[in-house]
């Protein structure tokens, strides 16, 4: 219970990691706002979890690139929760495109939901944890993709960049309040975001030997770090990322 009575927003948590980590902030105590994008019945089954195992959750409807749908998301969670303590940026998309065939909107979309919906979440919840005086957290999921390139992910990879630095930024900004900013750096971790292009056997067969660990990650494989960065234990660590990958980053000779 080392995150007991802190609040938590976790974007995107009706499905995959967010959904992993927003039980898994819970199952440390704090109550958990499960952030969707219009999908409530995924989201309910999240809160329904939450709720059977005993702890607190409550379901709200908000796309993060959506400027007042955003500010919404925090004004009902410190209505219904009286503050927040821990902010986990997770929303996001990843469309496998080919480079000739990106179009400016697919562009535009990827980036106005990973990267654009970080900025929004992040200024709107360090803007309450200034204000109430009590600290923060907030976590950004950046990926590998921040580190390396992806053939079919032009459009995702710049978003991931984007978000690590600028988690690195706020660091500096946010740390005089006691609010620290730090990104996870998932390695492959099987969800809907990739589950087509792992149908591919080949495919799915090579990036799971290319791990040295020997397999995918799971989105539980995620949720701990999160949970140790929300702790007390990571009072310390500001600005820096976590790569959270089985050794693929490594394993390159
Ligand atoms: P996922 O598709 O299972 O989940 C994405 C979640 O984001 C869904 O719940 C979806 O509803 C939500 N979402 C999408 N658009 C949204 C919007 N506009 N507003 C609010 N929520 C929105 O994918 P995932 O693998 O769980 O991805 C979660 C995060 O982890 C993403 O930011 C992704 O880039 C990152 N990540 C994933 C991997 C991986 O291998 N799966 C690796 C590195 C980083
Ligand atoms: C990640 C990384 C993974 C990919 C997902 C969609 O950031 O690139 O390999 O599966 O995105």
């Excluded at 900004?173 to 591919?200: A, E, K, W």
């Excluded at 397999?215 to 600005?239: C, H, K, M, Q």
Aim: proline share 3%.
């Amino acid at each position: 219970m080392r995150l007991k009575d802190k609040v938590a927003v976790v974007t995107g948590a009706s499905r995959g990691i967010g959904r992993a980590i927003a039980i898994r902030l819970a199952a440390e105590g704090a109550h958990v706002v499960v952030d969707h994008p219009g999908e409530a019945e995924a989201a309910n089954e999240v809160v329904q979890t939450i709720q059977d195992s005993g702890g607190a959750a409550l379901a709200i409807a908000a796309d993060v690139s959506i400027t007042d749908a955003v500010h919404n998301l925090f004004r009902i969670t410190v209505q219904e929760f009286g503050t927040i303590d821990i902010l986990v940026n997770n929303a996001g998309i990843c469309p496998f495109v080919e480079w000739f065939d990106l179009t400016e909107d697919i562009w535009d979309q990827v980036h106005h939901i990973n990267l654009k919906g970080a900025f929004l979440c992040s200024q709107a919840a360090s803007r309450i944890m200034r204000d109430h005086r009590h600290g923060g957290r907030i976590i950004s999921l950046s990926s590998i993709s921040a580190l390396v390139g992806g053939s079919f992910q032009t459009a995702y990879t710049p978003t991931k960049a984007g978000i690590r630095s600028l988690m690195q930024s706020l660091a500096i900004v946010l740390g005089p309040y006691g609010i620290t900013c730090n990104s996870i750096l998932p390695g492959s971790i099987l969800t809907d975001i990739n589950r087509d292009h792992y149908q591919d056997a080949q495919i799915l067969a090579r990036d799971s030997q290319r791990i040295p660990v020997g397999r995918l990650g799971n989105p539980t494989d995620i949720a701990g770090v999160a949970a140790f960065l929300a702790s007390e234990d990571a009072d310390y660590i500001n600005g820096a990322d976590i790569l959270v990958d089985g050794g693929l980053f490594v394993n390159l000779q």
